[in-house]
């Protein structure tokens, strides 16, 4: 089946600078795709979405991007905080019932 | 999005036997789907809940070992059954609301099998 990989499994930032998490994927029919945000303990949070027919989706604090020319997809989160500190997984979605995850990407806030 | 609740939200358990996680969600949902997240490690898709008929499982899952129920649109169980240390990992439950793609996943059941 197709993947979905991160390009870094781990990320220290600053509090207060901007963060960016990115994530690569494989099947270039892909046309949903979702960040989630998983604290210790916890189970995986939605953060955001964008479909394929959109490059750029903002939120509160975030923004996704995607590049489907080189089935790229980030996560960029502005003035990172301690509390966003989590493991953050990039979906897509392969067939209407079945989502493909990402192996995660380790954000660590320093105070 | 749903508000989703698990049962038990962890245990240890001894090896040869089974444990049933419950999935409550607060309103109807479409589409219920069990997920692991073995330690350090992303989420795999188990089985798709189907509402009073068997569940669809995925290549490497089969339901003697991982039996669900879902007898309405707000409660799923799934058993892990004859348990050995290989299973301990994170057992997640996941929705999807109306004809929305978005899935919401439940705080999961941590399961230690010694």
């Known amino acids: 089946g197709e993947s979905v990989g991160l390009h870094l499994p781990t990320l220290s930032v600053q509090e207060g600078d901007n963060s960016i998490i990115n994530c690569a994927y494989s099947?270039?029919?892909?046309?949903?795709f979702i960040w989630y945000k998983q604290e210790s303990g916890k189970g995986p949070q939605f953060i955001i979405d964008?479909?394929?027919?959109?490059d750029k989706r903002q939120g509160q604090r975030v923004t996704v991007l995607l590049n489907k020319t080189v089935k790229h997809l980030s996560l960029q989160i502005a003035a990172t905080q301690p509390g966003d500190s989590a493991v953050y997984f990039c979906?897509?979605?392969?067939?209407?019932?079945?989502?493909?995850f990402g192996t995660g990407t380790s954000l660590t806030v320093i105070p | 999005s749903a508000v989703i609740s698990q049962k038990p939200s962890r245990d240890i358990c001894q090896r040869g036997t089974s444990l049933t996680i419950q999935c409550q969600v607060d309103?109807?949902?479409?589409?219920m789907f069990w997920y692991r997240q073995q330690p350090g490690q992303s989420l795999t898709l188990i089985a798709t809940a189907n509402q009073g008929s068997e569940a669809t499982y995925e290549s490497g899952f089969v339901i003697d070992k991982f039996p669900i129920s879902r007898p309405n649109l707000t409660f799923s169980t799934l058993t892990v059954s004859n348990m050995s240390p290989e299973d301990s990992s994170i057992y997640l439950c996941?929705?999807?609301?109306?004809?929305?793609?978005?899935?919401?996943f439940g705080p999961g059941t941590r399961l230690l099998v010694l």
């Open positions: 964008i479909r394929s027919n959109m």
């Open positions: 996941s929705v999807r609301t109306g004809g929305q793609e978005t899935q919401y």
């Open positions: 309103s109807q949902v479409t589409m």
């Open positions: 979906a897509e979605k392969i067939t209407g019932n079945q989502f493909y």
């Open positions: 099947n270039s029919a892909s046309d949903y």
